[in-house]
């Protein structure tokens, strides 16, 4: 089998890619190169902590930005009119996300880092000018 057959059969089993390790992974690392460019940092700039707390929000901003998308495109109801189940795995992955913005926050400001560089991102991505 070619790659593409491969991949094309792994991605068919995706319903909304929501819990795709493949999916998740390669969103988180968009989301993280561009926070972190947002703020003007480098990896390298944070330690294990706060690369930690980046990694988790990454990775359920991640989720939220996938299942938003499925969302967009088929609804929050399923043919047989029920919820998608995959709701709570969202509001889950939208609580996480706010958790951990909040708590690498906390930790950039107690590091004597880059608190406010943060702060201008999140005043700019969910301030009350974004519905926030």
Same mark, same amino acid.
């Given at each position: 089998?070619?790659?593409a057959v491969v991949e094309q059969r792994r991605a068919a089993s995706t319903r909304h890619g929501g819990r795709s390790a493949v999916r998740v992974g390669a969103s988180a690392r968009a989301h993280r190169r561009r926070l972190l460019r947002q703020m003007n940092l480098r990896a390298g700039d944070l330690d294990g902590?706060? #690369?930690g707390l980046l990694d988790g929000w !990454?990775? !359920?901003h991640a989720v939220v930005t996938i299942l938003t998308e499925h969302y967009s495109a088929n609804g929050l109801?399923?043919?047989s009119g029920e919820v998608d189940p995959s709701l709570k795995t969202f509001l889950s992955?939208?609580?996480?996300t706010r958790l951990q913005l909040q708590r690498l926050s906390e930790h950039l400001s107690r590091a004597g880092g880059h608190? =406010? !560089? #943060?702060a201008d991102y999140? =005043?700019?991505a969910y301030g009350q000018d974004n519905g926030g």
């Open positions: 089998m070619t790659a902590i706060g #690369l !990454a990775r !359920a109801f399923l043919p992955a939208v609580g996480s608190q =406010d !560089a #943060l999140i =005043d700019a």
